[in-house]
T-cell receptor, first 114, second 112 residues
Framework: DTEVTQTPKHLVMGMTNKKSLKCEQHMGHRAMYWYKQKAKKPPELMFVYSYEKLSINESVPSRFSPECPNSSLLNLHLHALQPEDSALYLC?????????????FGPGTRLTVT | DQQVKQNSPSLSVQEGRISILNCDYTNSMFDYFLWYKKYPAEGPTFLISISSIKDKNEDGRFTVFLNKSAKHLSLHIVPSQPGDSAVYFCAASGSAGNMLTFGGGTRLMVKP
């Protein structure tokens, strides 16, 4: 099973809303990632969790708050977003954080901020 | 500064022929390279990878070639099939753990 699931598939939220994106994997992977992808652009790394601890934050604004409740789950809490935050948010996982391990991606959550 | 570049935004190939997708990188610390395929409204799907200690890796119809001196890699798909039509991203890691740096993508269209 190489599946990473993400919910919801689509999300529309206003700039004053608080919402959360969820990601789950049951492959026993110990590293999980959040990426942001704008239209016609490559995915850009936002956060990396390794063994449930935040190891990399790519200078992401504080209106995005990641959380890793356990080794299978990864959340992204959203608050006071801007319209330019509208994008496809992708979750990925890999066996570990060392280089050379394939990352498996979920289908993404399409976020629209109005 | 783009560390991974795919200079061809699109490529059109006839079914049954070879598709060659190219990727260049600038960071000499990269030591692992991957190709992902992406359909619209889906996440990237891992295709094939290569370590910097190799110059070729093959998996079925897919072969990746790495030329370290030129900092260039390519993905060959033979024979190409209409179902291969998608956006292909090359990605690299190694300069800082398993962080992936993606190229801009190449849209492949395989015509029946």
């Amino acid at each position: 099973d190489t599946e990473v699931t993400q919910t919801p598939k689509h999300l529309v939220m206003g700039m004053t809303n608080k919402k959360s994106l969820k990601c789950e994997q049951h492959m026993g992977h110990r590293a999980m990632y959040w990426y942001k992808q704008k239209a016609k652009k490559p995915p850009e790394l936002m956060f990396v969790y390794s063994y449930e601890k935040l190891s990399i934050n790519e200078s992401v604004p504080s209106r995005f708050s990641p959380e890793c409740p356990n080794s299978s789950l990864l959340n992204l809490h959203l608050h006071a977003l801007q319209p330019e935050d509208s994008a496809l948010y992708l979750c990925a996982s890999s066996q570990g954080e060392i280089t050379g391990l394939e990352q498996y991606f979920g289908p993404g959550t399409r976020l629209t901020v109005t | 500064d783009q560390q991974v570049k795919q200079n061809s935004p699109s490529l059109s190939v006839q079914e049954g022929r070879i598709s060659i997708l190219n990727c260049d990188y600038t960071n000499s610390m990269f030591d692992y390279f991957l190709w992902y395929k992406k359909y619209p409204a889906e996440g990237p799907t891992f295709l094939i990878s290569i370590s910097s200690i190799k110059d070729k890796n093959e998996d079925g119809r897919f072969t990746v070639f790495l030329n370290k001196s030129a900092k260039h890699l390519s993905l060959h798909i033979v024979p190409s099939q209409p179902g291969d039509s998608a956006v292909y991203f090359c990605a690299a890691s190694g300069s800082a753990g398993n962080m992936l740096t993606f190229g801009g993508g190449t849209r492949l269209m395989v015509k029946p």
